[in-house]
């Protein structure tokens, strides 16, 4: 019985230490850019967009393809930055733990 409490202790302090990450970095912001710096999109690691940048040198009103996908490709930039640090401050507060569904 004493194992299964220290079992049980230690699947509460890992709870516990994978809230706190999650809390401390869920407003952290990353930027991602695409067309060497034209756009720029900020993000939070839990994924909420903050800002958009669009340099006004690239805004042809005849191409908005390719705006479209420089946007795209910024966005993309900044959520593999974010998903990059979820993952990094999981393995933390996890030990090194890989958790199915968490990172």
Request: no cysteine; glycine share 6%.
């Amino acid at each position: 019985m004493n194992n299964m409490n220290q079992l049980l202790a230690q699947a509460q302090k890992l709870q516990a230490n994978v809230t706190k990450a999650q809390n401390d970095i869920k407003d952290k912001e990353v930027t991602g850019a695409s067309g060497s710096g034209a756009i720029e999109i900020t993000l939070t690691v839990s994924g909420k967009m903050k800002s958009i940048v669009i340099d006004k040198k690239i805004v042809d009103p005849e191409d908005t393809e390719m705006l479209e996908d420089l946007i795209i490709t910024a966005f993309n930039n900044a959520k593999t930055k974010a998903d990059a640090i979820y993952e990094e401050e999981m393995k933390k507060a996890t030990g090194g733990m890989h958790l199915p569904g968490l990172f």
